[in-house]
């Protein structure tokens, strides 16, 4: 297999944490983006959290890159003839990249804490993943630091390596507006309404749902137990953390109405 060089792809890194709502916003930007390829969880963070893996250096090229994953049957014969790929990393810092590629883009999905931090609780009484572990507090630190660092440059507060675009999950789930205003951006002409069923990757729901509702989706933290809200009120109070979720709020409220004689934003239905 070799690439066409006439016929390069627009490819995203896609940086989300676990149970950040980001395989449900990667899933609609995949139904929309024109022969869209989506890899899940590129350099999954339990092997490298074990000790038994190492985070990449980068330096592979793209192409490499491409020729090693189409290896496997998943991804056989589908990445050399995609117009898009999306490669998704879970829980990790912005500076990691599987591959080296001049024209990468990168987006950072981000979702209130308070919601993010009740999911990751709530899942992890169900789960071995070292991500969500409660017993550890170098863990717990890692996830919180890695949230930082991913508002931060999401809220424009942090000077990014490269160009990167910032979609607000909770934004997002409730807002077409914001949808809309997305889909410019990304240069489509048509794009569709976020799906009802909770996608499967990732493991689902971590309360159990199979389908989306919105209004549970962005008040998450009021469905934990006594114990579990102990365990959240202690992440949230950390100074930084509550910055953070202020400015957060701050911006879900500007983007997502339409701004005070703006020009409508008409979105077409997608027959994708």
């Known amino acids: 297999m070799s690439l066409d060089p006439l016929r390069v792809p627009d490819?995203?890194?896609?940086?989300?944490?676990?149970?950040?709502?980001?395989h449900a916003v990667i899933y609609w930007l995949a139904?929309?983006?024109?022969?869209?390829?989506?890899?899940?969880n590129e350099n999954p963070v339990q092997p490298i959290l074990e000790g038994r893996r190492s985070l990449p250096d980068g330096r592979l090229p793209y192409e490499d890159w491409v020729r090693k994953k189409e290896r496997s049957p998943g991804y056989a014969n589908v990445l050399a003839d995609a117009s898009t790929v999306l490669v998704s990393l879970e829980d990790h810092e912005l500076r990691v990249r599987p591959f080296s590629h001049p024209a990468i883009g990168t987006i950072v999905i981000v979702r209130r804490p308070q919601n993010l931090f009740a999911s990751r609780i709530r899942k992890s009484s169900h789960t071995h993943l070292l991500a969500y572990s409660l017993d550890n507090p170098e863990l717990i630190g890692?996830?919180?630091?890695?949230?930082?660092?991913?508002a931060?440059?999401?809220?424009?507060l942090a000077e990014a390596a490269t160009p990167l675009q910032s979609i607000?999950?909770?934004a997002w789930l409730i807002s077409a507006h914001y949808r809309a205003t997305l889909a410019q951006q990304f240069g489509l002409d048509?794009?569709?309404d976020p799906s009802a069923e909770l996608t499967t990757e990732g493991g689902g729901s971590s309360f159990g749902e199979t389908h989306v509702d919105r209004a549970a989706l962005v008040r998450r933290a009021e469905l934990l137990g006594e114990a579990e809200s102990t365990v959240l009120e202690r992440i949230m109070s950390d100074q930084e953390m509550i910055d953070l979720s202020c400015r957060?709020?701050?911006?879900?409220?500007?983007?997502?109405?339409?701004?005070?004689?703006?020009?409508p934003?008409?979105?077409?239905?997608?027959n994708r």
């Open 11 to 22: 490819v995203y890194l896609i940086h989300h944490m676990k149970r950040s709502g980001g």
């Open 31 to 40: 139904k929309n983006f024109p022969r869209a390829v989506f890899v899940n």
């Open 142 to 150: 890692r996830a919180v630091r890695i949230f930082k660092e991913h």
């Open 152 to 156: 931060r440059a999401a809220l424009g």
């Open 168 to 170: 607000f999950y909770d």
């Open 190 to 192: 048509e794009w569709s």
């Open 248 to 263: 957060i709020e701050e911006r879900i409220a500007e983007i997502s109405a339409p701004r005070a004689g703006a020009p």
């Open 265 to 270: 934003l008409h979105p077409a239905p997608s």
